[in-house]
């Protein structure tokens, strides 16, 4: 490669001059070549599939055009650089989020109708990309929005994994899971580095070996798989900034070949060669719980492995030692999940880079930082330390000198108090030993950041309590936040013209603070209509798509009550399902005439359980039978409906949140931590219907009460009232919905009858019954709203 051309390039095309032309008729021009000669169908005859293909690659030529020019941007500047660390992102569509931010939507809508096809019908062609479960996920993917569009010079790493988050089935109301085969029809978006790969060794040993008269630990591995870089180019908003997602394939590695197939067993040899694949084959769908499986952790070490192999490549490209590291690389863990990269850079240094183990830890220290999104204590991922010592020898050793010198450590600050020194040790000891990934993580980083206020504080109290008096300087939050790119402009365009013309600007979509502006004309009736004109839109849309799904009428004069997310028990979409069955049997037993007054409503609920959580599973299956119940009620017709939208995911997100009225977030109070589903709902006009938890607590100082409907327990009673509920009694008129599920008024009472016990019987830990009252008021309260608006007054 000669670097004088970057020189000549620069001159003759100007660097951050595009090369390719953005106008219709240039990429008209595009999409037909693509037909014609990556697609490979005649340029006179191809479909829809086949033109999303071709003007998929179009862009994509666009967005490798400005991310080389970025490469090589910071390549000369060298600036500190953010690698950001997630096992999980929920990227989505990309079809319409790049042409949004390449500023090309309406070219490409252009250039495709004089070509007979419609811009919004191809973007339906292109399939998710679920490489994740839920929050922690999809905040991935808007921070990766948000990093372009701020010109970070940032990038992603993670795995491409070949099954995303599994397909949700739903049949006779039972959450079926199917394999998610995303890559079958190809992924334009991606391209494939066969020359970028790194070799990640597992299992083998530790010897000891003396070098220069030194005893020096050497491992010895057994086992070579190689990972393949995938990149992912994200495309920043009103800038030319692109950044790289890069995910990383398992492929079989080429060493040793002749070895194995010496023996003449060749095909074994190959067999066993193509399960390295299985490393980055599936996306383990559990949001919460760790199970200590082989294959997640060899996942999640072949991800780090092969990430730090790349940062490190890069950084010693321009570096000659490592002085500069922490000054010139910024690693941030999502969670946990990749928290073995601080092991592993620390091996290299030590044992590769042979620098001294004080130094190494200080670079590691200044180097890594992380975040975490669990609440709870048994949230925390745990991995068995056997395990990690047969995959990974060295790195246990590692661990242990890590933990043995920060032990040591605490007991010149603490003492022998041995239960404090327990709980605080990153080995877990007991009749399995584990290794507490969360305290590795605090010891190691120098920031712990929270994802809101009240997490944090939760932190401080209780999690990491400990940790928190000793090392108060590394705990802190971010709180979350949502892209308004996506979540607007690609899902609501209609309300950002709006918007901008409203406001006389288009400077929101950078900077969302200034849609405080719209404030002005809150009262303005004509803003008022033209708003209500775009949600009315909306709901026509989205009752399409109900009906096309279940069949079911619903009117959009109704009330769009929504609530999608991951079904949790902590979430509570039982308690929804309560209200809804409250609502039922009070029209039911209404006087006719007093059903006039009855505000209509559509419930809408979306979310996928895990797999192997039963009661989740028991949940969507109560909102089938109860959906079935009353959308088959005469008595109740369009006063009242329930529709279960199945295999929620961001496409589908992006459909409903602009097309609700109501949105609901219902955690019990102390349990989310944060929360993002309704920054989205709120950015597209829809009021929330919440308890006081996760960013919630902040989004109420800054709408203020009025705006909102917040109901239930604080994060500060929720202790004290879980001490006093054996001897609380549920009022009447939550034992009552919950005998009409027992009773079987909905069918399949045994299957239900489990379910019940979570909320009855001195169980309801997560406290539907004390909560329940107060939820069927802010839900009046919200009906009230809704008829105001009607007269005028939202
Ligand atoms: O992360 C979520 C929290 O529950 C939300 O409150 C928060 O807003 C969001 C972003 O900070 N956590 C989450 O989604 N966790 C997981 O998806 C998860 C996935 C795998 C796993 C553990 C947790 N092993």
């Known amino acids: 490669r000669r670097s004088g051309f970057a020189g000549r390039a620069e001159r003759m095309f100007g660097l951050m001059d595009g090369f390719l032309k953005n106008d219709p008729w240039s990429l008209q021009k595009d999409v037909l070549h693509h037909v014609e000669y990556t697609v490979a169908r005649s340029r006179f005859s191809f479909d829809d599939f086949e033109a999303y293909l071709a003007l998929s690659y179009a862009i994509r030529d666009r967005l490798i055009e400005r ?56 973007v339906e062609q292109e399939g998710d990309a679920a490489l994740g479960n839920g929050g922690l996920a ?50 334009p978006w991606e391209i494939e580095r066969i020359h970028v790969s790194y070799a990640v060794k597992f299992y083998g040993a530790v010897e000891e070996v003396l070098l220069n008269g030194v005893n020096c630990k050497v491992w010895i591995p057994g086992e070579t798989v190689e990972a393949v870089a995938y ?82 490549r890069r950084y010693t490209d321009s570096h000659s030692n490592f002085d500069e590291f922490s000054n ?13 990269a601080i092991i592993e850079v620390m091996r290299i240094l030590v044992d590769e880079e042979n620098i001294e183990w004080n130094r190494a830890w200080s670079i590691v220290c200044d180097s890594f930082s992380f975040t975490t999104h669990t609440v709870s204590s048994e949230g925390l991922e745990k991995i068995p330390a056997d395990l ?75 999690v990491f309590k400990d940790f928190c008096k000793l090392w108060p300087q590394k705990f802190q939050y971010k709180t979350n936040g949502a892209t308004q790119r996506r979540w607007m402009l690609v899902s609501n365009p209609n309300l950002c013209s709006l918007i901008s013309e409203w406001l006389g600007t288009k400077a929101w979509i950078r900077d969302v603070d200034l849609m405080i502006g719209l404030k002005e004309f809150a009262s303005n009736t004509d803003m008022q209509h033209e708003w209500r004109m775009v949600k009315r839109v909306n709901k026509m849309r989205l009752a399409e798509y109900i009906e096309a799904i279940s069949g079911v009428k619903v009117s959009v004069d109704a009330m769009f009550d929504v609530q999608i997310k991951r079904i949790h028990e902590y979430k509570r979409q039982l308690l929804n399902l309560f ?101 989205k709902f709120l950015m597209n006009g829809c009021l929330l219907l919440a308890t006081s938890d996760g960013s919630t607590i902040e989004i109420i100082e800054e709408i203020g009460n009025d705006n909102m409907f917040v109901f239930g327990a604080k994060v500060d009673e929720v202790p004290a009232l879980r ?53 069927l008021e802010a839900q009046a309260a919200a009906d009230k709203t809704f008829v105001d608006q009607e007269n005028g007054h939202a």
């Open 67 to 122: 991310w080389h020019d970025t490469q090589v941007y910071f390549k000369r500047k060298d600036p500190k650089r953010l690698y950001f660390l997630s096992l999980e992102f929920l990227m989505g569509r990309s079809l319409s989020n790049s042409a949004v931010n390449l500023g090309i939507k309406d070219q490409c809508s252009d250039a495709l109708n004089q070509l007979g096809f419609e811009f919004e019908q191809l």
């Open 138 to 187: 999809r905040l991935s993917a808007c921070q990766m929005d948000s990093l372009a569009t701020l010109d970070f010079p940032a990038w992603g790493y993670g795995l491409r994994y070949q099954f995303g988050l599994f397909r949700q089935v739903i049949l006779d109301g039972f959450q079926h899971e199917q394999p998610d085969y995303w890559l079958n029809f190809g992924n």
């Open 231 to 312: 990149d992912n180019p994200i495309p920043g908003y009103g800038t030319k900034n692109t950044i790289n997602l890069r995910l990383w394939a398992a492929k079989p590695s080429g060493e040793g070949d002749m070895e194995s197939y010496n023996t003449g067993d060749y095909i074994n040899a190959v067999v066993n060669r193509q399960r390295a694949e299985t490393i980055s084959s599936v996306l383990y769908p559990d949001d919460r719980s760790y199970q200590g499986k082989e294959l997640r952790l060899k996942q999640q070490y072949f991800f780090v492995s092969a990430s730090v192999q790349d940062i490190m």
């Open 328 to 340: 010139k690389v910024a690693l941030q863990l999502n969670d946990t999940h990749p928290s073995l």
């Open 388 to 462: 990690l010592g047969s995959l990974l020898p060295r790195h246990l050793e590692i661990i242990n000198e890590i933990n043995f010198l920060f032990m040591e450590e605490l007991k010149k600050k603490l003492g022998l108090n041995y239960s404090q020194l327990s709980q605080m040790s990153i080995v877990e000891e007991g009749a399995v030993k584990n290794i507490r990934m969360a305290n590795l993580s605090i010891v190691c980083c120098h920031a712990v950041n929270g994802v809101s206020r009240v997490h944090l504080e939760l932190l401080k109290k209780r």
């Open 579 to 679: 209200g809804i069955i409250h609502r039922y049997d009070c029209i039911k037993n209404m006087e006719k005439s007093d059903r006039m007054k009855v505000v209509p409503r559509v419930c809408i609920v979306g979310g996928k359980a895990a797999p192997g959580y039963e009661i989740a599973k028991k949940i969507i299956k109560l909102c089938h039978a109860v959906a079935e119940t009353i959308n088959n009620d005469p008595d109740v017709g369009d006063l009242l409906k329930l529709v279960f939208i199945p295999d929620y995911n961001v496409s589908v997100a992006e459909l409903v949140i602009p097309g609700s009225d109501l949105s609901q977030h219902l955690s019990t109070a102390g349990h989310e931590a944060s929360g993002t589903g309704s920054m």
């Open 723 to 775: 001490e006093m509920k054996s001897s609380l009694k549920a009022p009447l008129q939550f034992a009552r919905v919950v005998r009409m599920v027992r009773d079987g008024y909905f069918g399949h009472k045994d299957y239900f009858e489990s379910l019940c016990n979570t909320v009855e019987n001195g169980g309801d830990f997560y406290l539907l019954g004390n909560d329940f009252m107060s939820y």
